[in-house]
């Protein structure tokens, strides 16, 4: 069974920076991605960035290109985002997910409905 567990959230000022990291367990690699997500009340869940298992490919949201990094490191089961130069239009809550199944293979990282698993989320604040 696949388990996620994300920390690192909390209050930033703008310009800010903070890193979140996402626990993975259960899970096996593959043909397929780990996403971040976010969302605020009131909206859908959003794609932020993406990462295919076998390559490290990486995919981004325009809003967040050049300002945040996903990172994975499979010796130990993290997923990683670091964010930079944080705007207060990036205060939500931020999940990360994993398909376990495949159904991102084409590229599908940022269509929520497209992973199974998922981590409780974890908090971004930012404001000044």
């Known amino acids: 069974q696949v388990h996620l567990v994300e920390s690192g959230g909390g209050s930033v000022q703008p310009g800010g920076s903070l890193t979140l990291s996402c626990a993975i367990s259960?899970?096996?690699?593959?043909?397929?991605?780990l996403s971040w997500f976010r969302q605020v009340p009131g909206k859908e869940r959003e794609g932020v960035a993406g990462?295919?298992?076998?390559?490290?490919?990486?995919r981004y949201d325009d809003a967040v290109n050049g300002r945040f990094r996903v990172s994975l490191d499979k010796s130990r089961n993290i997923l990683w985002l670091q964010m930079d130069s944080l705007k207060p239009e990036d205060t939500a809550r931020y999940y990360c997910?994993?398909?376990?199944?495949?159904?991102?293979?084409?590229?599908?990282?940022?269509?929520?409905?497209?992973?199974?698993?998922w981590g409780q989320g974890t908090q971004v604040t930012v404001s000044s």
């Open positions: 990462i295919y298992g076998r390559t490290h490919s990486t």
């Open positions: 259960g899970y096996t690699y593959g043909n397929r991605f």
């Open positions: 997910a994993a398909d376990a199944t495949g159904r991102t293979a084409g590229g599908e990282w940022y269509l929520p409905d497209r992973f199974e698993n």
